[in-house]
């Protein structure tokens, strides 16, 4: 007997369908895509034991024509491409032309339909590979399939299957990711009898709330932006974050898809302002020309390729930076998130520290005859009814300190609470990173230089990187084998304690060299530079002081997050208060 043979055409359907068909979940998502490219306004989904029992799906699609039928149980036939030149330019969800037939070799299936304009429905059954006669049936325009008991004949693989429950998940993941993809289409997921989930018609935004939960919806903001690619969608503001990624859906041409460039760059423009190991959460559709991408990757189809990764990466980057980098004055109210304790620091007295801009004229009237007591005391509460109220900026006006640490302000729409040292950190560095970018970075000379004790690995790295820490706005110079005097640094942060502010930088310069600093650690250097810059917790400010904080906070991008992540201000609204005193109970 021969040692190389051919392989029977039932074992190579089932070694095929292990590539395409590896969970109930996998089967739901190859029938919602052949509905949905059959056009389909209405999809019903009924699941039983988590989809092992059965998988039915029915939509009011184009249908398939008697004739058709067989063939769409056949391997590797389709309607949807022709010739190569359709195949490197997919523009519907399958194309293959494998799924059913994978299905039916590892399933028992049933399909009826009833094509578009024929006076009558049909219907075959399949089995192990097997395809039954077209025979009459009932069912009205569109197409009914049924899946039952998956894997009844290969044993091996069923006994890999999870528990219904964990079966049904893997399918409302699936059936979350085509609902949020068509908002214009109806779907109804039911389980054992029972509806679990039903999403009408509506726009993206309402159909994210349904999908995804109001506090998402809450958090999002709109990306929009347009080109030869267009990215569109909504990206959770970084105050909404998961400890998974399992509320991260990206689309390419319609596709859900898991691409790792992509992923890069929804990291990177996420980088600036995600707290610790938190993942943020979107919903964005990535439109190209289906020339630029291929997603003849892998049968399951959610692997992707562009031809142009570069453009796409620094376009996607771009655009959703750009849409979380709103300042605190376009940011909803009800996007705040929860309040933080402000960082344990060092207490600084002097005033002159925030280096903040003077509030504009009118505010510096408003407040300049008011102490920082007097002046929380002076500031009255507006009544509800009163319509100047909404001249109010969107931080409203400083009342007072809590504990040295947070700013109490009120606005038209009630409390607001800022914590002072994550707001000015944030604000310091956004103008870091723009006096460096713009190569503007202004040097404060101190009166008394700094002097601080360095070993000869610092000393060496002051001599060898003068020109890095001049454009950086320090000016390090060695006055002995073991000592360093520090005798200018950035202007905006002169108030800084100069020595450890030198000491940071200069940590970095030897851990990581020149080149990475300016360039990939850029960020985080200049954060390091702002924390030690930022007004310290426990230091007094005045009203004029805090007000100047507000105003700058909103005129500074990404100011809802300090550069670490965490949340700079939360806003309680009278709703909120009322509510927490059971006023009008």
Known sequence: MP????????????????EVVDRPASVLKELLENSLDAGATDIGIALAEGGIKQIRVVDNGSGIAKDDLPMAFARHATSKIASLEDLEQIRSLGFRGEALASIASVARVVM??????????????????????VEPAAQPPGTAVEVDDLYYNTPARRKFLKSDATEFAHCEAVFTR?????????FTLRHNGRIAARFAPTDPAQRVEAALGPEFAQSMRSVEANGVLRLSGFAGSPAYTRASRDAQFVYVNGRFVRDKLLSHALREAYRDVLHGERHPAFVLFLEIDPRGVDVNVHPAKIEIRFRDPRAVHQFVFHAVAKGLSGTAAETPVAIASPLVTGSSIRPRADQAALGLAQPVASYTAMFADRGSSAGAAAVKSPAREDPDAADAPPLGFALAQLHGVYILAQNQQGLILVDMHAAHERILYEKLKGALESRAMNTQKLLIPSTFHADRVDVATVEEHGPTLSQLGFDVTAISPFALAVRAVPAMLAEADAAELARAVLRDIREYGA?????E????LLGTMACHGAVRAHRALTILEMNALLREMEETERSGQCNHGRPTWYQMSLADLDKLFMRGR
Not at 116 to 133: D, K, M, N, Q
Not at 178 to 186: H, M
Not at 521 to 524: A, K
Request: glycine share 8%; aromatic share 2%; charged share 20%.
């Open 178 to 186: 085509a609902a949020l993809s068509r908002p214009d289409v109806t």
């Open 3 to 18: 040692a190389i043979r051919p392989l029977s055409e039932t074992l190579i359907s089932q070694i095929a369908a292990g």
């Open 112 to 133: 009826a339909s009833r094509a578009t304009g024929a006076a009558h429905a049909f219907a075959l059954s399949a089995e192990a590979g097997s395809i039954g006669a």
């Open 515 to 519: 080149s990475r600093v300016l360039t």
């Open 521 to 524: 650690r850029r960020d985080e």
